[in-house]
């Protein structure tokens, strides 16, 4: 039953503990630092260590082919939607990247574009780039949904600013006003981010939405594929992404989808509703359509993108044979 996976949000804590970062910092200080291995390819597929040069100077000096993949520029683009100083230490990370790494992967073309548009506002070097939208896991390409008496719909995603989930639980108050008992379920999945506090003050303080809005994390991806079966809707209204995982999914599994009218849901999910992040009223209407519609009402799946195409696309940029351990591994299961 759902019940068993959906639970009302206990209250956050909007304190994460001030020592975590300094722990960390004289943890990675205190190790010995040794010589590079031999190698021929570096490939760094988080963030990590880039905001400082000297890992990816040291490979371009040894010779080394250095691939780095960006997830996206939103703390450049968008440093109001994420943590102080979050914006600086960005800008470094991709401006040593485009410096020193041999070519680039990014996970949407809208990415690519705004990597190009930083480069050249910032007269910086533009390696190659390469586009691999990132794979679908087992789960979202078939299974079962969850079933409940109550209709329901789904957010993915960390509970963070740049989701608009202030603006989503505004309408949801919205809905409680109209249609009392018979307001639909909200499931928030994800854990609570930052820049969050007028979302934690929907969810802790306005009595409307207790018992009506639910949040959830850490489920496992059968679970989670389950959930977004059973909804009526998932909902993607971010001001801005660099892929958006959980949209591509729903799509996958050919789930209704309403989502925010930015480039990359233009991108990766044309089929989807597409709607101005910033229309309130747009999305009221879309929701009470959609509550309206039954749960086995779904649109036609659409090819999930998979991890063997994006390894593809990565071998060849790294020149790879289609027979390397990365291509054998997608492919062989």
């Known amino acids: 039953p759902a019940e068993s996976v959906i ?14 970062g300094r722990v960390l910092k004289q943890f990675f200080k205190s190790r010995h630092v040794a010589p590079l291995p031999a190698a021929d390819l570096y490939l760094n597929v988080g963030h990590t260590t880039l905001h400082q040069a000297d890992a990816l100077r040291d490979l371009e000096a040894a010779g080394v082919e250095r691939v780095v993949l960006i997830h996206d520029l939103i703390p450049i683009t968008h440093p109001e939607f994420c943590r102080p100083g979050d914006g600086a ?3 470094a990370r991709v401006t ?5 790494a041999s070519r680039l992967i ?23 780039v390469h586009v691999a939208h990132l794979g679908l896991e087992p789960a979202f390409v078939a299974g079962e949904a969850v079933a409940t008496r109550r209709p329901y719909f789904v957010h993915v995603g960390t509970i963070e600013a740049r989701k608009n989930l202030a603006l989503l639980l505004t309408l949801w108050r919205r809905l409680e006003e109209r249609l009392g008992e018979r307001t639909p379920s909200l499931v928030l999945v994800g854990r609570y981010g930052w820049e969050n506090e007028a979302v934690l003050d929907h969810l802790q303080r306005s009595p409307n939405l207790r018992g009506v809005v639910h949040q959830a994390a850490n489920l496992s991806d ?5 959930l977004m079966r059973g909804a ?11 892929f958006d995982l959980p949209a591509v999914e729903a799509v996958a599994m050919g789930r209704p989808l309403l989502a925010s009218d930015i480039p990359p849901h233009r991108e990766l999910t044309p089929q989807a509703e597409l709607i101005d992040p910033l229309d309130g009223l747009g999305w009221l209407a879309a929701i009470e359509r959609a509550t309206m519609t039954p749960p086995s009402a779904a649109s036609e799946a659409q090819a999930a993108p998979s991890w063997e195409a994006h ?5 060849r940029a790294v020149g790879l044979a289609a027979a390397s351990p990365l291509a054998g591994a997608a492919k062989g299961g």
């Open 7 to 20: 639970s009302p949000p206990p209250p956050p804590e909007r304190e994460k503990p001030a020592d975590k």
């Open 89 to 91: 230490k960005h800008h």
């Open 96 to 100: 040593h990247a485009l410096r020193h």
């Open 106 to 128: 990014v996970n949407s073309a809208y990415t690519r574009d705004e990597l190009h548009a930083f480069a050249a506002r910032e007269g910086l070097p533009q390696p190659p």
């Open 222 to 226: 059968e679970v989670l594929a389950r």
């Open 232 to 242: 009526r809707a998932v909902l993607a209204p971010s001001s801005v992404e660099g």
């Open 311 to 315: 390894f593809d696309i990565v071998a």
